[in-house]
């Protein structure tokens, strides 16, 4: 059964995913987004990343594939996505921006 990309719902916001490699992957930007309210969560993610690097925690960064996922203006772009125990990673090291 082949998955499509979709969209999964957290606190009335859109996360996108995508089936890959037989496990879904998370839009990191829509995380971030969600758990921040941040009004840039692009910029948000990209000084966690460095942080995250920078603490020695690179691991959940490399563990990051970008993947193609529908954006805003219907095209196809390349995004970061986390697999579920990368997403909960991140989740849990949101606190330290």
Known sequence: MKKENTIAIFQG??????WHNDEWWFS?????GTLTESEDARNYWKVLK???IEEGSNE???????????????????????????AFRIIQSKHKI
């Open 50 to 52: 460095h942080r995250l």
């Open 28 to 32: 990191v930007v829509d995380i971030v």
């Open 13 to 18: 916001k859109k996360i996108r995913r995508i």
């Open 60 to 86: 959940t960064v490399t563990n990051c594939n970008q993947l193609k996922l529908l954006a805003e203006d219907g095209k196809m772009r390349i995004t970061d996505c986390a697999n579920t125990e990368s």
